[in-house]
Every structure is written in structure tokens, then in C-alpha cells.
């Protein structure tokens, strides 16, 4: 699992949540899911391929 890393920006693309833009604040090894941080309030597991790096 190298394609994000605990503090990239990243934009949902997946069934869930798509289009929110938030931060990987954790990755799960085991279960090959990145946790991402979308407000202070809302956060969600993503696999790589539902998520891109955000560029502005």
C-alpha cells in the first residue's frame, strides 16, 4: 500500500462520499484501507482505488 501516505490530500471517488476532499490521517494495512479525515466531525475508510490525489 504505497499509493497515499498519512498526510495527502485526497478526493473521494468511490460509491461513498464522492467528490468530499479530505486528508489520510491513517492506514490500515491489514484491511488495505486508508482512513481519511473529510471535516473535524467526518471521517471514512477508503480502498485506493475510490480515492485520487486532490490537486487544486
Not at 485526497?10 to 462520499?17: D, E, F, K
Not at 490500515?28 to 467526518?42: A, F, G, H
Request: glycine share 8%.
Amino acid at each position: 500500500m504505497s499509493e497515499f501516505k498519512v498526510g495527502d490530500t485526497v478526493q473521494a471517488t468511490g460509491s461513498v462520499m464522492t467528490g468530499n476532499v479530505g486528508t489520510v490521517v491513517w492506514i490500515d494495512e491489514e484491511r488495505q484501507k486508508y482512513l481519511v479525515r473529510i471535516t473535524d466531525e467526518t471521517q471514512n475508510y477508503f480502498s485506493a482505488a475510490e480515492l485520487k490525489l486532490f490537486t487544486a
